[in-house]
């Protein structure tokens, strides 16, 4: 065998097909228009609807409300709706033992939080069994007195 090199590299057979050459003459059977029709705004150069056009009614996009939340994916850029917080749940704090101190680096430490750049809130879903003090930038009420009826402590930062 011989050597083989990149020059020698060929598609497997039948994988590959030509593609259809239009608007070479009329013996070819896609001269003329080329498949195009006569005229219109499909026929020319750079034709055809963009996606999501619906012929000049008011297309989906624009019919449907804009959806508000506290991320740029689905939500308007600016106003009152929009929060800052990373929200953490008592229920993930399981993981800390008891008589420890829960601050946003700590969090960060267990890959509870990706940083300490934005505000941390604790909220209220999940159960919690041992005291700890946390430290962070908000409490919801119901995190507040469940991590106070476990024996544990709150400070706002």
């Known amino acids: 065998m011989s050597n083989l090199g990149l020059n020698d590299l060929r598609p497997n057979p039948g994988s590959t097909k030509n593609t259809k050459r239009l608007g070479r003459g009329k013996g070819s059977g896609q001269g003329k228009t080329a498949?195009?029709?006569?005229?219109g705004f499909n026929a020319r150069s750079g034709g055809g609807v963009r996606p999501g056009y619906e012929g000049g009614q008011m297309p989906l996009y624009m019919r449907l409300g804009k959806l508000r939340?506290?991320?740029?994916?689905?939500?308007?850029?600016i106003g009152p709706f929009r929060t800052y917080s990373v929200p953490v749940n008592i229920g993930r704090l399981a993981v800390f033992e008891a008589g420890a101190e829960v601050t946003?680096?700590?969090?960060?430490?267990?890959?509870?939080?990706?940083?300490?750049r934005k505000p941390i809130k604790i909220l209220g879903g999940g159960e919690?069994?041992?005291?700890?003090?946390?430290?962070?930038n908000a409490f919801s009420e119901k995190a507040a007195e469940k991590i106070l009826?476990?024996?544990?402590t709150t400070e706002l930062l």
């Open 69 to 77: 939340g506290p991320n740029a994916k689905k939500s308007m850029p």
């Open 149 to 152: 009826a476990a024996g544990g």
């Open 128 to 136: 919690l069994a041992v005291a700890l003090t946390v430290r962070a």
């Open 35 to 39: 498949g195009r029709g006569h005229k």
């Open 104 to 116: 946003p680096e700590a969090l960060v430490a267990k890959r509870i939080v990706k940083n300490t």
